[in-house]
Nanobody, 126 residues
């Protein structure tokens, strides 16, 4: 069993930055996929960024060039650096993890992830 705990959310003005963290309660598996997803009120959950044990990353088109996903294996922690934030980035952000590597991480991880965090709220004001 793996517990994921997100932190780093908050309220910022448009153009500002935040860094989200997702700490895992145990060592990650040899192969794994991890990612950030978000859900705004009244909207479906969407993938933001994913990373796997091979270091491959993927991003939603809406965040490319603004967000960066990274990981620190020594700390069992994944990060999401969010720059140039926009009001449309406002959402609850969740981290997810699974011991498998997926060829289509946004689609597969969002549906099949074994572990989810409780979420951290990001609010961007104009």
């Amino acid at each position: 069993q793996v517990q994921l705990v997100e932190s780093g959310g908050g309220s910022v003005q448009a153009g500002g930055s935040l860094r989200l963290s997702c700490a895992a309660s145990r060592d990650t598996y040899i192969t794994y996929s991890m990612g950030w997803f978000r859900q705004a009120p009244g909207k479906e959950r969407e993938g933001v960024a994913t990373i796997d044990s091979d270091g491959r990353t993927s991003y939603a088109d809406s965040v490319k060039g603004r967000f960066t996903i990274s990981q620190d294996n020594a700390k069992n922690t994944m990060y999401l650096q969010m720059n140039s934030l926009k009001p449309e980035d406002t959402a609850m952000y969740y981290c997810a993890a699974d011991s498998r590597v997926f060829s289509e991480p946004f689609q597969a991880l969002g549906v099949l992830a074994s572990y989810w965090g409780q979420g951290t709220q990001v609010t961007v004001s104009s």
